[in-house]
C-alpha cells in the first residue's frame, strides 16, 4: 500500500529491513520503508553518479492485532530533495515484470524492431514508464541466454542441426578459424531436385560484422515464385572458394541427370570460371541487365547526350536480335552510328560482343530452356528479402541463419499455397474448351505464357517463320504457330505439349529410393573405424574420436567464428570505408559523377565570377612554366583541386567531363592488372604500390598518396588511351609516348594530350598550339 501511495506521487519506496514473527523472543512482523534516495554509497570504487542522498523519510509497518490488514506509522515524513515530475526512465519503476519481458522475448524472436515492441508495451499497460535501453537489455538477456555456455560457431551449428539443415565449413590453413561455410534447408533441396533446370547466382554483402561476402544460389518453380537452393558464407571471393561452394551445390542433386541446364550470373570472372569447372556441361548466361547498365554507362561517358537515347536503342536492337542476320545488321548500322566514338564501339565488341554474345544475345539465349530467366534480377529481389529479415548489417552468424530461417519458412509455406491454388480453382479467362485438358495439371504461369501466345497468333498464324517458335525452345510450350494449327483443327492444347516443368505441382520430391539405400551402409566403415582405434595409441585415438564427435554433434566443433569485426560503437571515422572489399560498379561511378555534376551547376553570376577568376588563375599558372614555352601555350583550363585534379585533367582532354575521373582511375588500374610483365620493367618492379595509388575507397577528396605521379603513369596513360602525352612544369619537362602502338596521323590533335603541374601541387588541363612549327 505504502509503495502504491508513493508512486502514484511520484515517489518511489523501497523496503530496508522486514522481519517475521518465528516464535522467537523479539521477531515481529514488520516491514521498514524508507525512500529510494535515503542512505549513502557504500562503495568505495570511483563511481560517477549515485541518486544516494541520505533522505531521512521511513516509514513503519506492523499487521494489525485485529483482522487483517497494516498500520501505518510515519517515523520521518520530510524529504531533503526535491521530488520528480515524472517516473519515466526510472531504473526500477521501468523494469519489465515477468509478462512484459515474456512478452518482449516473444517479439524478438519474430524480429519486431524495439521502437515497436516499446509502443506495444505502453499500449498493453498505460502506467508502463519503460524506456528503449531497457529494451534493449532485455533482448540482449534474451539472445545470451539462448546461446548459454557455447561459443557463437558452436550454437550455429546447434540450430542448423535442430532445424535439420545440410551443411558443410572448411577451416582457414592450420588454423580452427572459419573459412567457408555452406547451408540449406531440407525443402530446398526437394524443391531443387524437382525444379531443377535454371540456377541463378549472385553475391551480396553487408550482411555480417565479419565482412564476410554471401552467395546466393536460388532457381525458380513452375508457378514463377523464387526459391532458394543455398547459402555460403565466404572468406574472400577468388575462384578456389566459388568452387567449393559450387561443389556443394553439385553434390545436392539425386542424380547427374538433375543437374541444372543453365546458369544466370552476373559477370563476375572468379564465379564464371568456377561454374565451368563445377557445372561444364551446363549453359553459363549473364546477366542483361548488368550488361546494359555497364554498356548505358560508358555511352553517357563516350556520346553526347542528344546522341545517347539513339545509340542505346540500337544497342538493344542488337541484344534482341532473333537472327544471326539480324544482329549482323544492327551491328553494322551500330559501328556506322558510332564510326567517330572509337573507343566505344570497341569497348562494346571487346567486352562483350565479341567474347560473350552467345550468353546475353536473344539470336543465342533463344536456342536453350531458360525459362525466361535472362537476368539475376531474381537472386537480386531474395537478397532484398533477406535484409530486410537480417535488419542490420552487424549481426554475427547466428542472427543471419535466424533470418534466412525465417525467410524460408515463409517461402516454402507461399510456394506450397500457389500449388495448391492451381489445383483447386481454375481461372475465368482459361475456362474454355482449348485450354481443358491443361485445367489442374499446369501452373497458372503457364497457362498465362500459353494466353500471351494466342495473342500472337493474330499477326503470325501458322507462319512457322514469322512465329520464331521461341518459346518452344526457352519455356518448352506450345508457340503460336502450333496454336494456331489447333484452333484450326478445332482441337484442344494436348497435355503432352507441355513440358515436365509446369506440371510440377508439388515439392514431396522423394530423395531416396530402394537402390539408392544401399549406397548408405555404414558397416564397413563402423568397422574400418574399431580398427583404426585398436591400433593407434592413445592421443591418435583421442583426435579421431573429436573429428567424430564434431560430426555427430556439431555443437561440440572447435571451429571459431572470424575474428575481424567492424566497429559499431565510437566517435565517427574521418575517413569512411566501404562497409565489405567491393568496388563500387563503373556505372555506379558514372551515376555518381553525373549527380555530383549536376549539383554543382553555376548560377549566371557566379559563371561570370568564375571566368574573371580563371583568367587571373590562367596568368599565374602560365608564369610557372618555362618562357620558351609560353608562346606555344594557347589556353590552360583548371580543374577541381580535392586531390584526383590529375586524372580530372586527363578525362577532360579524352573529351569527357572531369567529373569522369573515377572511370580513369579505374580503367589505369585495369591495364597495369592486364599487363603486369610490360609495367613491372617501367616501374622497377612497384606495381603494386602504383595500382594503390589509383584505388580509393570512396568517392570524393583524396590524400597526397593518391595522388596521380608522373613519370609512373604516363606510360600507362600514353598506351591505355593510344595518346602522346605532355607533361609540363616549372623544373622538369616529359613526353610520352605508347609503348605497344602508335597514335594516328589523321586525329593527331585529338591524339596529343598535355598536362601542366603548378604551385607544386597541382594539375591543369594546358592546350598547346598545333599549327606551329616548332
Known amino acids: 500500500m505504502g509503495k502504491t501511495i508513493g508512486r502514484q506521487n511520484e515517489i518511489l519506496i523501497v523496503t530496508i529491513r522486514s522481519d517475521k514473527a518465528i516464535k522467537k523472543r523479539g521477531r515481529k512482523d514488520k516491514l521498514i520503508l524508507e525512500c529510494e534516495r535515503g542512505g549513502r554509497y557504500k562503495s568505495k570504487s570511483i563511481v560517477t553518479c549515485s541518486h544516494k542522498e541520505n533522505c531521512t523519510f521511513t516509514l513503519k509497518c506492523i499487521p494489525l492485532s485485529v483482522g487483517e490488514g497494516w498500520k501505518i506509522s510515519v517515523r520521518c515524513g520530510t524529504h531533503n530533495h526535491e521530488l520528480l515530475d515524472t517516473v519515466t526512465g526510472h531504473s526500477y519503476l521501468g523494469r519489465l515484470n515477468e509478462e512484459e519481458r515474456k512478452f518482449v522475448n516473444d517479439m524478438t524472436k519474430y524480429k519486431l524492431a524495439?521502437?515497436?515492441?516499446?509502443?506495444?508495451?505502453?499500449?498493453?499497460?498505460?502506467?508502463?514508464?519503460?524506456?528503449?535501453?531497457?529494451?534493449?537489455?532485455?533482448?540482449?538477456?534474451?539472445?545470451?541466454?539462448?546461446?548459454?555456455?557455447?561459443?557463437?560457431?558452436?550454437?550455429?551449428?546447434?540450430?542448423?542441426?535442430?532445424?535439420?539443415?545440410?551443411?558443410?565449413?572448411?577451416?582457414?590453413?592450420?588454423?580452427?578459424?572459419?573459412?567457408?561455410?555452406?547451408?540449406?534447408h531440407p525443402d530446398c533441396i526437394k524443391l531443387l531436385n524437382t525444379f531443377h533446370f535454371v540456377l541463378i547466382c549472385d553475391s551480396t554483402y553487408k550482411t555480417n560484422r565479419y565482412r564476410l561476402p554471401l552467395l546466393e544460389i536460388v532457381g525458380v518453380t513452375s508457378t514463377s515464385l523464387t526459391f532458394s537452393v543455398g547459402f555460403a558464407y565466404l572468406e574472400k571471393e577468388p575462384q578456389d572458394n566459388f568452387i567449393w561452394a559450387f561443389e556443394k551445390v553439385r553434390m545436392l542433386f539425386k542424380s547427374e541427370s538433375l543437374i541444372s541446364k543453365v546458369i544466370v550470373t552476373d559477370r563476375d570472372l572468379a564465379m564464371m570460371n568456377a561454374i565451368s569447372v563445377v557445372f561444364p556441361t551446363s549453359i553459363h548466361l549473364l546477366c542483361r541487365f548488368h550488361i546494359e547498365k555497364n554498356v548505358g554507362a560508358r555511352c553517357k561517358q563516350y556520346v553526347k547526350k542528344d546522341r545517347q537515347e539513339e545509340v542505346m536503342d540500337l544497342w538493344k536492337k542488337i541484344v534482341y536480335s532473333t537472327s544471326v542476320e539480324e544482329y549482323d545488321h544492327h551491328l553494322q548500322q551500330f559501328e556506322i552510328l558510332c564510326a567517330d566514338i572509337i573507343l566505344f564501339v570497341d569497348y562494346v565488341k571487346d567486352s562483350w560482343l565479341t567474347p560473350y554474345k552467345e550468353r546475353f544475345v536473344n539470336v543465342w539465349t533463344n536456342r536453350v530452356m531458360h525459362l525466361g530467366n535472362t537476368t539475376s534480377n531474381r537472386v537480386e529481389s531474395a537478397h532484398w528479402r533477406l535484409k530486410n529479415m537480417l535488419q542490420t548489417s552487424f549481426g554475427d552468424l547466428c542472427k543471419s541463419w535466424d533470418a534466412v530461417n525465417m525467410m524460408l519458412k515463409n517461402q516454402i509455406c507461399i510456394i506450397q499455397s500457389s500449388f495448391q491454388k492451381t489445383i483447386k480453382d481454375v481461372e475465368h479467362g482459361y475456362n474454355s474448351q482449348f485450354f481443358q485438358n491443361l485445367h489442374h495439371c499446369v501452373s497458372r504461369k503457364c497457362m498465362k505464357l500459353i494466353d500471351n501466345q494466342?495473342?500472337?497468333?493474330?499477326?503470325?498464324?501458322?507462319?512457322?517463320?514469322?512465329?520464331?517458335?521461341?518459346?518452344?525452345?526457352?519455356?518448352?510450350?506450345?508457340?503460336?504457330?502450333?496454336?494456331?494449327?489447333?484452333?484450326?483443327?478445332?482441337?484442344?492444347?494436348?497435355?503432352?505439349?507441355?513440358?515436365?516443368?509446369?506440371?510440377?505441382?508439388?515439392?514431396?520430391?522423394?530423395?531416396?529410393?530402394?537402390?539408392?539405400?544401399s549406397d548408405y551402409d555404414f558397416s564397413e566403415e563402423l568397422e574400418a573405424m574399431k580398427a583404426y582405434m585398436k591400433t593407434h595409441d592413445i592421443?591418435?585415438?583421442?583426435?579421431?574420436?573429436?573429428?567424430?564427435?564434431?560430426?555427430?554433434?556439431?555443437?561440440?566443433?572447435?571451429?571459431?567464428?572470424?575474428?575481424?569485426?567492424?566497429?559499431?560503437?565510437?566517435?565517427?571515422?574521418?575517413?569512411?570505408?566501404?562497409?565489405?572489399?567491393?568496388?563500387?560498379?563503373?556505372?555506379?561511378?558514372?551515376?555518381?559523377?553525373?549527380?555530383?555534376?549536376?549539383?554543382?551547376?553555376?548560377?549566371?553570376?557566379?559563371?561570370?565570377?568564375?571566368?574573371?577568376?580563371?583568367?587571373?588563375?590562367?596568368?599565374?599558372?602560365?608564369?610557372?612554366?618555362?618562357?620558351?614555352?609560353?608562346?606555344?601555350?594557347?589556353?590552360?583550363?583548371?580543374?577541381?583541386?580535392?586531390?584526383?585534379?590529375?586524372?580530372?585533367?586527363?578525362?577532360?582532354?579524352?573529351?569527357?567531363?572531369?567529373?569522369?575521373?573515377?572511370?580513369?582511375?579505374?580503367?589505369?588500374?585495369?591495364?597495369?592488372?592486364?599487363?603486369?610483365?610490360?609495367?613491372?620493367?617501367?616501374?622497377?618492379?612497384n606495381v603494386e604500390s602504383v595500382r594503390n595509388s589509383l584505388k580509393i575507397s570512396k568517392l570524393g577528396a583524396q590524400g597526397k598518396d593518391k595522388w596521380m605521379s608522373l613519370p609512373d603513369l604516363g606510360y600507362v596513360i600514353a598506351t591505355l588511351y593510344n595518346v602522346i602525352l605532355v607533361s609540363l612544369s616549372r623544373n622538369l619537362n616529359m613526353t610520352f609516348f605508347p609503348l605497344n602502338k602508335s597514335p594516328s596521323k589523321e586525329t593527331f590533335g585529338q591524339s596529343l594530350l598535355a598536362i601542366g603541374f603548378v604551385n607544386e601541387n597541382h594539375w591543369v588541363q594546358v592546350k598547346l598550339m598545333l599549327n606551329v612549327v616548332y
Not at 127 to 134: A, D, F, L, R
Not at 136 to 155: D, F, V
Not at 605 to 630: G, V
Not at 667 to 672: A, C, H, N, P, R
Open 454 to 517: 494466342l495473342e500472337r497468333v493474330k499477326i503470325v498464324g501458322t507462319n512457322k517463320t514469322e512465329c520464331g517458335c521461341s518459346i518452344r525452345t526457352t519455356h518448352g510450350l506450345p508457340c503460336a504457330c502450333e496454336l494456331a494449327k489447333l484452333q484450326i483443327n478445332g482441337n484442344a492444347i494436348p497435355l503432352d505439349s507441355i513440358h515436365d516443368f509446369w506440371k510440377q505441382l508439388s515439392i514431396a520430391h522423394e530423395l531416396e529410393d530402394e537402390e539408392s539405400l
Open 114 to 184: 524495439p521502437r515497436f515492441i516499446l509502443n506495444a508495451l505502453k499500449v498493453r499497460n498505460k502506467t508502463n514508464v519503460t524506456i528503449p535501453s531497457q529494451i534493449y537489455k532485455a533482448r540482449s538477456t534474451y539472445r545470451s541466454s539462448l546461446r548459454g555456455p557455447y561459443t557463437e560457431m558452436q550454437h550455429l551449428l546447434k540450430l542448423i542441426q535442430q532445424e535439420n539443415y545440410v551443411h558443410w565449413t572448411r577451416r582457414r590453413e592450420n588454423s580452427d578459424i572459419l573459412r567457408d561455410i555452406f547451408w540449406t
Open 539 to 685: 592421443i591418435s585415438q583421442r583426435i579421431f574420436k573429436a573429428k567424430v564427435r564434431e560430426v555427430v554433434f556439431p555443437h561440440t566443433t572447435s571451429i571459431l567464428a572470424p575474428p575481424e569485426k567492424v566497429r559499431t560503437k565510437g566517435a565517427g571515422k574521418k575517413k569512411k570505408e566501404f562497409d565489405t572489399p567491393r568496388d563500387p560498379s563503373y556505372w555506379e561511378y558514372v551515376d555518381a559523377s553525373q549527380e555530383s555534376a549536376k549539383a554543382r551547376q553555376p548560377s549566371q553570376s557566379s559563371q561570370r565570377s568564375a571566368r574573371q577568376q580563371s583568367q587571373s588563375s590562367q596568368h599565374s599558372f602560365k608564369t610557372q612554366f618555362p618562357t620558351y614555352i609560353r608562346p606555344y601555350i594557347e589556353d590552360i583550363v583548371d580543374v577541381v583541386a580535392d586531390g584526383n585534379c590529375g586524372f580530372r585533367a586527363i578525362a577532360a582532354l579524352l573529351g569527357w567531363t572531369e567529373e569522369s575521373w573515377a572511370l580513369v582511375r579505374s580503367q589505369l588500374d585495369k591495364e597495369i592488372g592486364l599487363h603486369k610483365d610490360v609495367y613491372s620493367n617501367v616501374f622497377d618492379d
